[in-house]
Each structure stands twice: as C-alpha cells, then as structure tokens.
C-alpha cells in the first residue's frame, strides 16, 4: 500500500518566491497534519484537517502559510512569499479513525526547503 | 495543556549495548495515547508503537520494549543489543484528545560500531 506521498522531496528558492508543497494522504485516512520541523523547535503542528475541513490551524506561523484541502486525497501548503527561516523539513501526515483517541499518525517523506 | 518531555538529547552506545531512552508526559486527560517514532537519517518518521492509557502492560517486539508507568508519567523505550541499524533519532509523542499529537523534542541515538 502507498504511504503518504509527497512532492517535492527537495526544494532550493529564493527569498520572496511562493512555494507550494504537495500530499497525498493514505487512501482511506480522514485525517491529514502538516508538521514542520526544524532543529530549533522540534517537530510542530502546523494545522490539521478532519474530513478536508481545517480544524485547527492555531500552528501556522503567520499569513504567509496557507494550507487547503480541495478534496480527500489532495491537500497543499503555501509559503507566500518565502523567508529565509522558512527554510525547514514539512512533513505531511494522515490518520483514520480507530477505538477512541489516539490515531496513529502516519508521515510521509518529507519535503526539505531550503529559502535562500 | 500537553507536554512531552525527553531529556536525552543525545546518547551514544557502543553496539551490543542496552540502552533506554527516557519519555515523561504531562497531561489532564484521563485517556490518552502514546506513541514512539524513529527518524533515520533518511530523515522520514516511522511509526513504532502506540499505546493507551489503560494498558501498562509492557510490550515487547524483537529488541525493542516499551514500559508504561502511569505512577510516573513515563514512557521509556528500551533498545536490547543495540545495532548500528538502530541509529536514528527517536521521538515520544503524546495525544491527549481531538487528534493533537504533542511530540517530544527528539533522543538522538549513536550506536558506534
């Protein structure tokens, strides 16, 4: 089965460039988590989606991320414009409802920004 | 409010060493889960283990084992003869409720061959 995908695996911009990271979650998950992760502050959420609709996007740093979800098996995270301490990995992530709480999270691979 | 706590930034073992990476949590849910992660240096995360707050049974899969001690808000992870293999970073997360997962800041382990 495929993992969560997601695209670009690497990218290199410049200050002041819109960059748009792209996920594809497992197919069936209803819930999907953008993280960004950086060496000074570990792993944070950024926002979440239950069923394409944000629930909670208290993470996202400022107006210059936005992040949508068009359908189930789409969803995307906009930088506009970029900075320089945008430069992190983001990670993409998906889950399906089990017992309770506690879904398990699954990640994808990764997309490494760098902004210079 | 939930809190991850792993106060092993780093640890460096010699192969075929024991070694236990420590995870304390802070929260008030009365039901809550736990979950180990590991991140190679290929830098994706994986999914190792989850476990609730009503079972502190140990677990146990091959070399790894898991000790949940609710007394002590802790959740230690313990690798038995360690391998070069199991170097990776290894994060403790945390969620509490509505599907917010709060993650640990990360053990960075070094098994040295």
């Known amino acids: 089965d495929a993992g969560v995908i997601q695209s670009p695996r690497h990218e290199v911009t410049e200050m002041g460039q819109e960059v748009t990271l792209r996920c594809k979650p497992i197919s069936g998950h209803n819930s999907l988590f953008w993280y960004r992760q950086t060496m000074m502050r570990g792993l944070e959420l950024l926002i979440y989606f239950n069923n394409n609709v944000p629930i909670d996007d208290s993470g996202m740093p400022e107006d210059r991320f936005s992040a949508k979800m068009p359908n189930a098996s789409f969803s995307t995270l906009k930088i506009q414009p970029s900075e320089p301490r945008d430069s992190a990995v983001y990670f993409c992530?998906?889950?399906?409802?089990?017992?309770?709480?506690?879904?398990?999270?699954?990640f994808g691979e990764g997309s490494w920004l760098t902004v210079v | 409010a939930q809190k991850v706590t792993q106060a092993q930034t780093e640890i460096s073992v010699v192969e075929k060493e024991d070694v236990t990476l420590d995870c304390v949590y802070e929260?008030?849910?009365?039901?809550?889960?736990l979950f180990w992660y590991k991140q190679p240096p290929s830098g994706e995360l994986v999914f190792l283990i989850r476990r609730n707050s009503f079972d502190e049974q140990n677990e146990i899969s091959g070399r790894y084992s898991w000790n949940f001690q609710k007394s002590t808000s802790s959740f230690n992870f313990t690798i038995t003869a360690s391998q070069v293999v199991d170097s990776a970073v290894y994060f403790c997360?945390?969620?509490?409720?509505?599907?917010?997962?709060?993650f640990g800041i990360g053990t960075k382990l070094q098994v040295i061959p």
């Open positions: 929260t008030r849910d009365t039901t809550y889960y």
């Open positions: 997360a945390l969620n509490g409720g509505y599907q917010k997962v709060t």
């Open positions: 992530a998906s889950s399906f409802p089990q017992t309770g709480l506690g879904n398990t999270i699954y």
